[in-house]
Every structure is written in C-alpha cells, then in structure tokens.
C-alpha cells in the first residue's frame, strides 16, 4: 500500500509531461485508434507581434508570431483539436473553412454565428473530424477584418493506404495569395472599433469631460471616412504570396518569395487566396498548369496557362518542371479581376520560379526573366470559361452524390445597396447615403449574442426571427436598370429547413450600384454548381441545362458579374450555418444570412450540446 502514493505520483508527472509536450509540440500526432485515424493537437497563441513590410514595421496579431499563420496538416479521417488562447487586445474567433464539421458545428467558428468570440485572456479548444475531404483548405480569423492576418493554410491528406487520383508529385508547396495594408490597416482597425468606441465615449461624457487629447486624434474623421460615412474602407497597398510582396513594391525586392524548383519533376502547388476583397489571376510564364482539385475535393484534370481564384477558394494545380534546366527565370504574377464601380488594389504582385542549375556552371550566371501575361482586369468572360472547366470526378470511388430531385427551391439576389444617412450626419456613400449589402434586400445584422447557442437553447428572442425571404419580396429586372429605391432592410433573419432537406439554391447578381462578382461561401456543406449564366437566370429554360452529372464539389461559389449561379445541396448537416459573400468589405456591409437545418430524428442526426469551454458574449 505504501508504495502506490509514489507510484500514482509518477503516473500522474507522467502524464503531465506527456500532455505538456503535445501542447509544446503542436503537430505531435497521438493515436488514438487502431486504425489509420490519429488525433492531432494544436495550439494557437493569439498574440501581438511587430511586422516589417513595405518599410513599415506594424504591430499586428498573429497565431504564435508568425505572418502568414502556421499549417495545420491532417490526413482524411483525422481528428484536429485546436487550443486557441488568446493573449491580444482584440476578440477573435478562427474559422476552419471549408471544414464541413459534420455534428460539430459548435467548433465552425464564425463569431455571433456559432461562437461568442474568444476575449482576451480566454481559451476555447476546436475540436472537429475530417470527413470524406482531402486536399487544401484554409484557417483564418472570423470576426471583424482580423483574417487580414489570421490565416493559415489547412492541409489534408489522403488516407495513410489511400493514393492521389494522379501520379503522386515529387514536391507539394503551398502558396497563399493575400494583400497587405499595412499603411491605412491602423485605420480600418479604428473603423472596427470606432463603433464601440463612441457609444463609450456617450457613456463617458456623461460622467466625465475629457482634456479633449482623445478628440485630437480625430476618431470622428476616421469614422466619417468609412463606416459611418458608408464609403468603402481604404484598399490593399500590395498583394502578396506567403506573405511577402516582392520587387513590384517599394522596398520590397528583398521580400519576394522564391519557388525552387528541379528541371524534369512534378510539383503539386496548393493555392490559397487569402486576400480580404480581391479575385486574383495567377500565372507562371512559360509553363502549364494542370487543375486537379478545388476546394478538397478533386476534379477532373484540366490545363490552364492562367487560373482565377476567389478569396476562400483553395484550388491544387501541378507544374511539370522543363526537362532541362533553361537558362531563365520566370515571374509567377498575380493581379485582381475586379468589375464592381468603387476602388481597388489594382497592383500586380510578383514571386520567381527559379531552377536549380550546378552553382559553378557559370553559363546561368544571367539569366532572362520571362514575365507570364495576364487577362484585362475586367474579363468577366475568361471568368465564366475558366469557372466552367471545374467538373468532379464523378467515378466509382469519389462520386458525385448530387441531389437528382429537389424538396425545396430558394431564389436569393446578391447586390449591394444603401442605407439612410442618420440624421444630423454626412454621408460619403452613393448619393450622401452608406454603403450596405443585402441578400434577397436583407442587410444581416450580428447579433449580440451566437445564434447557434439561442438556437440550440430555444431563445431565439430578440435574437433573430426564422422569416428570411425564400425569394424576393419585390422581383424586379435584376441585371437591368436598377430600380430607383436601392435601401436595403436590415435584420437577423434565418432560414430553417428540416433535416436532410434537398436545396436547389439560385444566387442571382443585380445591377444595384454595379453589378459584381460575389464568392458566396456556405459553412458546413459542399454544393454542387449545376448551372451558371450571364443576365436574368430563366427558371423555364435554364434548369433543362443544369449539369447533374459531374458539377463541381466547392465551399465558395463565385456568383457572376451580371449572372446566376445554381447550386444543390443536401441539408444533412444539423446546426447554424453562415452563409456570406467571402469579399470582407460585402461581408461587414450586410451580405450575409444563415441557414438552420433542424435535427433529424436519429441520435446521430442530432447536433450534439456545446462544449463547457464555450465563450460566452
Ligand atoms: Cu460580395
């Protein structure tokens, strides 16, 4: 007896340095399984670091100090628990998109969605399994702008037995297509706050008169230059690949990313776009790449000299490197497609592909640099050609399990619009009013509180109402002439379906205030694109040419500029699911709503209750 004190003792040290480790060593991989699946720990330290780009050095909030976030890889079938604790002064939530967190939606992180946000001081602990997905995804920050700098690439594998459906590449590399705005971010941060910084300073007056210092900074002349004045936030200053700008900037050659590659080999190139409000074209000169996967989900290979891709997309492509070592370099380039009326970041950003040669032959010594070109920023036709070419697989061993009929039909338009200038203020929005952004002419208002949790416990009061419009409440010429009332109405509305409902969803452009692309992006599921096209989309004639065959498998669908996107989804997954226009700007001025599939009847069609460490508001 005496000898099981010490022995205890030593199992409990034992445990704690075993468990301490996994924290320390965040890809330590536990088995928890006797098959293939493994449990993998991760810690996020959310935490303030100091950043140097474009000669600025800014204080900016990271995921353990690093700019761009570090990777969090998986295999298919893998479980990821995230220890998030947050040491900075902002909230935050993260976001594992595209993640389709079957049952846990209490982990899908969207703050006021699915989550309070994490404050400062606070943990929460994401825990979440990967089911039938395999490819790239990506982390980021889900509350205000903060994914300016909270993201990270998310890596799944496939299966330990389990092979690529195409030659396996000799290199994977991940490229992270973002924007920096480091300039006038100290700005869009204020904007963010500016809010909650005036009702404060009501409060305060009300007790006490201030020196005035704080009025010297002028933070009401911040908040008239953006969202009290509805006029659109300060744009990028630069675009980047991994973070880093290179030689198309100003002090920026020293921070361009190189791609080293070997003559005669094949790399699998996992692309992200993490920019806040921008589609970029990509591509390298002199080289081919081949599609194969999009958004975790493979598709049938395709050749392409320039990809398009949308903020949250993810998109694999593999590069076969020339046979021999040329004597030249070559610019990997990307700038945005952008066909909206307000400003933009219409710079170029550029990185290198550079091969190997043998250091002391010196006939590589200079070599020429050839430069890929680019479509017009505005070629919204290669968009609709390029988007088209995505089909999935569709074979026996990843099917494409698309809805054939339908049990309920949705209409949503995307469009922005406006809301009154509140009296005994200016407004630099169209026409003196603020910009917003609306589906079905619903401008979604965050609630206070998550909408998950007043789901879940039945309070739904003064929470949101479940009257979200299936269609337009005033059908109008939607590509035409815009109608001359472009106020939006504002609200938390969400839309309810039971459980396993089959949704055939059309998101139809407008015209209001400029027609735009919008890359809708749906948490919790996949849809399948069955049909797309430019104008008024026709519910007589267009559905005859949807494709139910092999449609393309993604989490973010662009809507076209001027056009209609279809999309059928199967409502299998029970809980609260944001649905939003993935452009942050759109996103912040209202293009958002939520879906709620109810449980369904069987024990594993229930979402489960929340986890203890749950943030509260
Ligand atoms: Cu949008």
Redesign the pocket.
């Known amino acids: 007896m005496a000898t099981s004190i010490p022995l205890s003792q030593t199992i409990l040290v034992a445990f704690l340095i075993v468990t301490s480790c996994i924290w320390m060593f965040p890809q330590v991989a536990v088995a928890t399984s006797k098959h293939t699946s493994v449990t993998r720990h991760y810690k996020f330290n959310i935490r303030l670091k100091n950043v140097t780009r474009l000669c600025h050095t800014k204080s900016m909030v990271t995921v353990n100090g690093k700019f761009p976030g570090p990777r969090v890889v998986a295999r298919e079938g893998d479980r990821i628990i995230v220890k998030v604790v947050n040491h900075a002064p902002n909230n935050i939530s993260i976001h594992w998109h595209g993640i389709r967190q079957l049952q846990s939606g209490w982990a899908d992180g969207p703050a006021y969605i699915t989550q309070c946000p994490i404050q400062t001081g606070q943990s929460y602990v994401y825990n979440f399994t990967v089911v039938g997905q395999r490819g790239t995804l990506l982390w980021h920050a889900h509350f205000q702008w903060l994914r300016a700098t909270v993201y990270g690439p998310l890596i799944i594998l496939p299966r330990h037995n389990a092979s690529y459906p195409f030659a396996k590449p000799y290199k994977e590399v991940t490229i992270m297509l973002g924007n920096l705005s480091f300039i006038s971010s100290n700005l869009i941060e204020s904007f963010c706050h500016a809010i909650l910084l005036i009702n404060m300073i009501k409060k305060i007056w009300q007790i006490i008169i201030t020196t005035g210092e704080w009025f010297n900074a002028d933070p009401e002349a911040i908040i008239n230059q953006s969202l009290q004045t509805g006029n659109g936030p300060n744009v990028s200053e630069a675009y980047t690949f991994n973070g880093l700008p290179g030689p198309t900037y100003n002090c920026s050659a020293k921070d361009t990313y190189k791609l080293k590659v070997k003559p005669g080999k094949a790399y699998m190139l996992r692309l992200i776009n993490t920019a806040l409000n921008d589609e970029l074209f990509f591509s390298i000169a002199n080289h081919t790449l081949t599609v194969v996967e999009a958004d975790a989900t493979y598709v049938k290979p395709f050749e392409t000299n320039i990809l398009v891709i949308a903020p949250g997309q993810t998109t694999n492509v593999l590069l076969k490197t020339n046979p021999n070592p040329p004597n030249a370099s070559f610019f990997m380039l990307a700038r945005p497609y952008f066909t909206g009326m307000g400003t933009f970041d219409n710079s170029t950003v550029a990185a290198i592909l550079e091969y190997e040669t043998p250091s002391q032959d010196n006939s590589f010594r200079n070599r020429t640099l050839f430069k890929p070109s680019l479509p017009a920023i505005n070629a919204t036709n290669f968009v609709a050609n390029f988007s088209s070419k995505f089909r999935s697989l569709a074979n026996a061993q990843f099917p494409a399990n698309v809805p054939q009929t339908v049990d309920k039909r949705f209409f949503f338009t995307v469009s922005l619009g406006a809301n009154p200038c509140p009296k005994n203020q200016t407004c630099q929005g169209p026409n003196g009013t603020k910009f917003a952004?609306a589906v079905n002419n619903v401008s979604f208002a965050l609630p206070s509180t998550a909408l998950l949790q007043s789901y879940f416990f039945a309070k739904s009061k003064g929470v949101y109402t479940a009257d979200f419009p299936q269609f337009p409440l005033h059908p109008f010429n939607y590509t035409g002439t815009p109608p001359n009332n472009t106020f939006v109405s504002n609200g938390t509305k969400a839309l309810v379906i039971p459980f396993n409902t089959s949704v055939e969803l059309v998101l139809q452009d407008t015209s209001i205030l400029g027609a735009?692309s919008?890359p809708l992006h749906l948490h919790g599921y996949n849809v399948y694109v069955v049909g797309q096209g430019f104008g008024n989309f026709d519910p007589k004639n267009d559905p005859a040419k949807f494709n139910l065959i092999d449609p393309v498998e993604r989490n973010t669908v662009g809507v076209p500029s001027g056009g209609w996107v279809a999309i059928r989804f199967l409502a299998d997954n029970p809980g609260v699911w944001f649905m939003h226009?993935h452009?942050d700007v759109?996103l912040s001025w209202g293009?958002r709503m939520a879906w709620i599939v109810l449980d369904g009847e069987l024990p594993n069609q229930k979402l489960p209750p929340p986890p203890s460490d749950l943030p509260k508001c």
């Open positions: 952004a735009e919008h226009c452009f759109h293009l």
